[in-house]
């Protein structure tokens, strides 16, 4: 068993190494939003809306366009989220700020022996951390010889010479073997139906080897990279999130499966064929807004209910899905008289989540690190990823199913509250759950709720990780409508008996040290 949680964790620690978010936050401040004063809101039965009322926020989400920090689309989000939250009665609701990063290619393109090869940018190239500017190769690009070292591990680059060229490699995910999962100690598994099958593979877009090639190729002085996506399916538009631990300084594309075969074809033939790689674009400071309210109750202690409202693309699932969730929960609890409110709560919805964790940063800053202990969130309830389950199939098709992707529900809450949690998934009929110890992860989760659980606040996270989710196609239809309202219910219904628990059995196991 320990062997097992081993390998898990060895592989969870490379996802979790880059995920986690930066350190520096810079320019962070609260301010009351602007547009007037809340209207008084008119009074609303405290129910917790239908599945057409929470995909509705979803919709009304994904309408603003790509919700990328500092657009447009992200302030009218944030504007959504605050009205939103008055609307249901939310008081001192306001958005809290701090600085993050744009990050944008203005022209890009891959041609090989003068073929021109369909490619898309590799996101955060060139700058990171703090840096912002201009960045690229200049129209004429870059072209060097194409070094092939497959999937990158470090044997392939000792066997072969890649200074001053361009590496084209494998990105592979790993995918999560669930038997692991379903092995390990205090783990409960919710799959009445029996839809996870024995040596099934939960496919995710987020482990991968790509930090670890990248990292590898510059060391050894490439000029380029080109990643294939090789267990993808039959889409370029792969955008992950700012991973910290990787300073990208070189152009980098992403080419198809399918392009990756017929480039290393060409090569076949051709093996001196040079790659040229034309990459421009800016990296400019953009502000980041959380977006915040309370509801206060009998006592001050307080929960703390939170997703991310920012989205690279439609962002349906990633984290429209979640949003709504926290609306739909604010709409039911907001309308609850204040004596049915055993504790406090805070609502909250950050924002920066793909562009470097700034303004989470800000958030454990002034609610968790910066007050007394008494003053912070009980326990984080974050919600993530309401998910289809879907699959690339032998033609690298992405396949639709009807099953919702195995999700997990990430905690240290004690063991008391845990059992609520377990009892909230199966009396919500949340199947294809795992509830799983959030210590096992180590120092940091693969969740938004990363930094609240390294700030020492116990968490439920809900997290799953569709193949999808990083990509244009995470669009309405890949939500799953069956969970949308079960999931609010069963959240309902764990901070309603959570709130009425004695402090002392909210203690949260401490994430092991070294977190962050
Ligand atoms: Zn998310």
């Known amino acids: 068993m320990r062997r097992i949680a081993?390998?898990?964790?060895?592989?969870?620690?490379a996802m979790i190494i880059g995920a986690t978010p930066a350190a520096a936050a810079q320019g962070n401040a609260t301010v009351s939003a602007k547009s007037g004063k809340a209207a008084k809101p008119k009074k609303l039965k405290a129910v917790v809306p239908s599945t057409s009322t929470i995909f509705g926020y979803i919709r009304k989400l994904t309408s603003?366009?790509?919700?990328?920090?500092?657009?447009?689309?992200?302030?009218?989000?944030?504007?959504?989220?605050?009205?939103?939250?008055?609307?249901?009665?939310?008081?001192n609701v306001q958005f809290q700020k701090a600085g993050s990063y744009s990050w944008k290619t203005d022209d890009s393109s891959l041609s090989v022996g003068g073929i021109k090869r369909d490619s898309f940018p590799i996101a955060h190239?060139?700058?990171g951390g703090t840096q912002t500017g201009s960045f690229g190769t200049g129209p004429q690009g870059v072209t060097a010889p194409i070094v092939d070292v497959g999937n990158g591990a470090a044997s392939a680059f000792q066997a072969k010479d890649v200074n001053g060229k361009v590496v084209m490699f494998d990105l592979r995910f790993t995918g999560l073997p669930a038997d692991l999962f379903k092995a390990l100690d205090g783990v409960f598994v919710y799959d009445p139906d029996n839809t996870v099958p024995p040596g099934e593979v939960i496919p995710q877009p987020y482990i991968t080897n790509f930090v670890d090639v990248t990292q590898r190729a510059m060391d050894n002085g490439a000029v380029g990279v080109v990643g294939v996506l090789s267990d993808y399916f039959d889409s370029k538009y792969y955008f992950n999130e700012e991973y910290r631990r990787l300073q990208m300084d070189i152009p980098g594309l992403w080419v198809t499966r399918d392009e990756g075969?017929?480039?290393?074809?060409?090569?076949?033939?051709?093996?001196?064929?040079?790659?040229?790689?034309?990459?421009?674009?800016?990296?400019?400071?953009?502000?980041?807004r959380n977006v915040i309210g309370f509801l206060p109750g009998m006592s001050k202690s307080t929960l703390l209910i939170s997703s991310h409202h920012d989205?690279?693309?439609?962002?349906?699932?990633?984290?429209?899905?979640?949003?709504?969730?926290?609306?739909?929960?604010?709409?039911?609890?907001?309308?609850?008289?204040?004596?049915?409110?055993?504790?406090?709560?805070?609502?909250?919805?950050?924002?920066?989540?793909?562009t470097g964790y700034q303004a989470h940063q800000a958030f454990m800053d002034k609610y968790v690190t910066g007050v007394p202990e008494a003053q912070r969130p009980r326990v984080n309830f974050a919600i993530e990823h309401i998910?289809?389950?879907?699959?690339?199939?032998?033609?690298?098709?992405?396949?639709?199913?009807?099953?919702?992707?195995?999700?997990?529900?990430?905690?240290n809450v004690g063991t008391k509250p845990g059992k609520v949690i377990n009892d909230a998934v199966v009396r919500n009929h949340l199947d294809r759950t795992i509830v799983i110890p959030a210590t096992f992860f180590g120092a940091s989760l693969p969740t938004d709720a990363s930094f609240a659980y390294a700030s020492g606040v116990p968490v439920v996270s809900l997290i799953?990780?569709?193949?999808?989710?990083?990509?244009k196609q995470d669009t309405l239809d890949k939500v799953y409508k069956p969970h949308l309202r079960p999931m609010a219910m069963a959240y309902k219904e764990m901070i309603a008996k959570m709130s009425r628990m004695p402090l002392a059995e909210l203690p949260g196991a401490l994430p092991p040290s070294g977190a962050r």
């Open 6 to 13: 081993g390998i898990v964790a060895i592989i969870l620690a």
């Open 64 to 91: 603003f366009g790509y919700r990328r920090t500092g657009s447009k689309a992200s302030l009218k989000a944030a504007t959504y989220v605050r009205d939103s939250f008055r609307r249901f009665g939310l008081q």
């Open 125 to 127: 190239a060139f700058m």
């Open 261 to 288: 075969a017929a480039i290393r074809a060409q090569l076949s033939g051709d093996p001196n064929a040079p790659a040229t790689i034309v990459m421009n674009g800016e990296r400019k400071a953009a502000p980041a």
């Open 311 to 354: 989205a690279v693309w439609d962002g349906a699932v990633e984290d429209g899905s979640g949003t709504a969730e926290v609306l739909a929960l604010a709409r039911y609890f907001g309308a609850l008289k204040k004596k049915y409110r055993p504790m406090s709560l805070m609502f909250a919805t950050m924002d920066s989540h793909f």
């Open 387 to 411: 998910a289809r389950h879907g699959y690339v199939d032998e033609n690298g098709k992405l396949k639709m199913t009807n099953l919702p992707e195995v999700a997990g529900i990430l905690q």
């Open 464 to 471: 799953s990780g569709p193949i999808y989710l990083y990509d």
